[in-house]
């Protein structure tokens, strides 16, 4: 049997003093991300959504803000699915009230995909007292901190985006 995990068990595995605050920021990042899965794993089950409706009305809704027509082949290459995917998605969304499907006002052959009101209201309902406390707390930040935070929240991500590019990952070979 193992005794008290040491800082030589712990999942960084650096145990000098001069690395403990590096640890302890990204223990820090990995609790909210967790919090945060779980947040929207709650929203989800709240609005009766998947995770690909859910991804789709925030992007339609955050597009018609910024006055954005959107397409199904503009929402497709967003969630990184098929069409025959986005039409299934599509028509479910349609289906619950929460798209339309509306002619392109820039082309008549072509539809884009409109949010209702009545989804904005739900999302706006669902999310809005949580996006009230997150916005409280980034409030409270001095222009020092959210420069800091903003600065590495920004490194953090790409950091992140570069593993993708830089490792290929190969699956291991099936024995046979």
Do not use: C
């Not at 009545?118 to 996006?131: C, F, K």
Request: net charge negative.
């Amino acid at each position: 049997m193992r005794g008290p995990a040491s800082a030589s068990d712990h999942y960084w595995y650096e145990d000098d003093a001069a690395r403990a605050r590096t640890v302890e920021v990204l223990e820090a990042l990995r609790a909210y991300r967790s919090a945060e899965a779980a947040m929207r794993r709650r929203t989800r089950e709240a609005m009766g959504m998947g995770e690909n409706d859910l991804l789709a009305l925030r992007y339609l809704l955050r597009s018609q803000g910024q006055g954005v027509a959107v397409s199904p082949k503009d929402l497709a290459r967003y969630l990184g699915i098929s069409s025959a995917s986005t039409t299934v998605l599509i028509d479910r969304l349609e289906k619950s009230g929460h798209v339309e499907r509306r002619p392109s006002p820039t082309d008549r052959r072509a539809l884009i995909i409109v949010p209702t009101g009545a989804s904005d209201a739900e999302v706006r309902a669902t999310l809005g007292e949580m996006h009230s406390r997150m916005f409280e707390v980034a409030k409270d930040l001095d222009a020092g901190q959210a420069g800091a935070v903003t600065a590495f929240l920004t490194a953090m991500r790409e950091a992140v985006d570069r593993i993708d590019a830089e490792h290929e990952v190969v699956p291991p070979a099936i024995a046979e």
